[in-house]
């Protein structure tokens, strides 16, 4: 049996492009993983606690702010932000490498085009919206940030209502493809009819994603008179 000190000798011995290519292949699963666990499931369930603004301001300061624990909140801040830095690190080096593919189809171009612009999109809502909404209410002025603020500055101030808009709409876009990308890198679909099977389930997807973004927009925005 291989001792590990031959194992590593071995890895090493490799020739570099090929330690190189096992780097970026793993690289690229975890980035494709973390997408979808925990980010894409975490994301989903906050769109869904922020309807609860349709039943009253406590549902939803108890639903979107609420923790059991100090240790409650701090898991769920690691779980969440781990990842998002390994898929944020992974997918700006992943944009400035890869290019569109002359041989590909005119809509597998555009939807490769969107989904990098929805990513940079995405990249500057989340940035804000991690500061406002979380870190400054909680590190700076040590408290959750409350519902009628929140809920005010979509009602009264258009510029938010538009960014927090086009932002759910990324994170629609920017999570139903990425269903398609991760079934299709960890071999989920191989077959045309399962890509076309996946497509058809990644639109479905980011219906149901937008509506439930926008849904809670529109319970924040109706909330304040």
Known sequence: ?????????HDQAAPPSARATAG?????????????????VWTVNH????????DSPRAWQESVTGHSSEASRFITALVVLAPLAWHTIWGIGRMFRSRPKVASTYFSNVRYIVQRLSAVGLLFFLGAHLWLAWAEPRFVLGRAEPFREIAGEMHHHLPTLVVYLLGTLAVAYHLANGLWSFAMGWGITVGKSALDWMERVSMAAFVLFLALGWGAVYALYRAVD
Do not use: D, H, V
């Open 24 to 40: 970026k292949f793993l690289a690229a699963r975890l980035g494709s993983l973390f997408a979808i666990l925990p980010l894409g």
């Open 1 to 9: 049996m291989q001792t590990m000190a031959e194992a590593q000798a």
């Open 47 to 54: 769109l869904w606690n922020n309807l609860a603004a349709y």
